[in-house]
């Protein structure tokens, strides 16, 4: 309650500042959820001696961390949207998508990398990393296209 207060009297850069806090805090939950917590939930990813049980216990308290996660995106977002009226501006959006476009051709390169390394002998393993190669290369134009988009709306 005493944090809504606060927030309610923000303004200007005060604002911008807070919304980019929102949104990053967001990004933080949803890195914890996806990049720590999902990555723990199939027992294949476990030590093949790891008890049954102990791991079904550790799942259970793995999903309450996921659903908290999802809940405090849910409120992060929220919270950005009304201190910034659940628009942005044009330029940040356009910033953002080329962030994500160098994302995905840095990916690209990582897994053309990997498709010919000397230590990646099996095929199927090349062939695998040239796919995903080849998908954020098609990821890296898509993202183009949105940026031409929103800069000639």
């Not at 910034?84 to 690209?108: P, Y």
Request: glycine share 2%.
């Amino acid at each position: 309650m005493m944090l809504a207060k606060t927030m309610d009297n923000l303004k200007g850069d005060n604002v911008t500042t807070l919304v980019q806090l929102l949104f990053s805090a967001v990004d933080m939950e949803e890195q914890f959820s996806n990049s720590v917590y999902h990555n723990y939930l199939d027992p294949a990813d476990w030590p093949a001696n790891f008890k049954k049980e102990v791991f079904e216990r550790i799942r259970e308290r793995l999903i309450v961390l996921i659903e908290d996660s999802k809940k405090h995106q849910d409120v992060l977002r929220e919270l950005g949207r009304r201190y910034n009226s659940g628009k942005r501006d044009t330029n940040s959006i356009i910033r953002e998508f080329k962030l994500m476009k160098r994302f995905a051709l840095s990916a690209k390169e990582f897994y053309a990398k990997l498709c010919s390394h000397p230590q990646i002998e099996e095929e199927n393993i090349r062939k695998t990393f040239r796919s995903l190669a080849d998908t954020q290369q098609r990821h890296a134009e898509i993202v183009q296209e949105i940026i031409e988009l929103v800069n000639n709306q």
